[in-house]
């Protein structure tokens, strides 16, 4: 049971537009919502986080925007950049659990 | 650099054999996540110890055990190996408070042949 979903496994953006990332969620119990970024041969990096209670939070190019209704949060990056090219992944977590729950991860590509 | 580091980067191995792979968290981090990474999926979770204490369990095989010890490092040990048992394992470390992010090491390639 896939309870975080991204289904989009590639992106390809133009250097200096925005890069949109979706993610979906089934589990209403996630309350805690985080970005991720990988680089081949190392591990995921985290990049932004955002609580149930907000829905948006924004640092520097980077913007999460969480949808509770719709159980939908998505990663806004503007401008993009060549360096954004990554694998990102979305990952939930519930009151009281002791893991985080990732999607299967979407290979962006920046083109210059 | 996050601070986590894990060894070996890679390891070769036969169906049927034993493999430890061993992870040492960022300095003042009490919790240790193991997560199992196969063929481009997500990020599947393994298990988690906090200060030496087993937290929680996900979809961990039997044929497989992990421990934190007193000094906070932790161990990975995989047994019988089996084929499917090839992918990137990792070890991500984290204060252990709510909604602390976790940060993880670099992965280590396992290869069953």
């Known amino acids: 049971d896939q309870q975080v979903k991204q289904n989009s496994p590639s992106l390809s953006v133009q250097e200096g537009r925005i890069s949109i990332l979706n993610c979906d969620y089934t589990?209403?119990?996630?309350?805690?919502f985080l970005w991720y970024k990988k680089y081949p041969a190392e591990g995921p990096t985290f990049l932004i986080s955002?609580?149930?209670?907000?829905d948006k939070n924004e640092d520097g190019r980077f913007t999460v925007f969480l949808n509770k209704s719709a159980k939908h949060l998505s990663l806004h990056i503007v401008p993009s950049q060549p360096g954004d090219s990554a694998v990102y992944f979305c990952?939930?977590?519930?009151?009281?659990?002791?893991?985080?729950?990732f999607g299967q991860g979407t290979r962006l590509t920046i083109n210059p | 650099d996050s601070g986590v580091t894990q060894t070996p980067k890679h390891l070769i191995t036969a169906t049927g054999q034993r493999v430890t792979l061993r992870c040492s968290p960022r300095s003042g981090d009490l919790s240790v996540y193991w997560y199992q990474q196969s063929l481009d999926q997500g990020l599947q979770f393994l298990i988690h110890?906090?200060?030496?204490?087993?937290?929680a369990k996900g979809n961990i095989l039997e044929r497989f055990s992990a421990q934190q010890f007193p000094d906070l490092h932790s161990e990975l040990n995989l047994s019988s190996l089996e084929l499917g048992d090839s992918a990137l394992y990792f070890c991500?470390?984290?204060?252990?408070?709510?909604?602390?992010?976790?940060?993880f090491g670099n992965g280590t390639r396992l290869t069953v042949t």
């Open positions: 110890y906090y200060n030496g204490e087993e937290r």
């Open positions: 991500a470390s984290s204060l252990g408070r709510r909604n602390s992010p976790l940060h």
């Open positions: 955002i609580s149930s209670i907000k």
């Open positions: 589990n209403s119990m996630f309350d805690y």
């Open positions: 990952a939930a977590s519930a009151t009281g659990a002791q893991k985080l729950v």
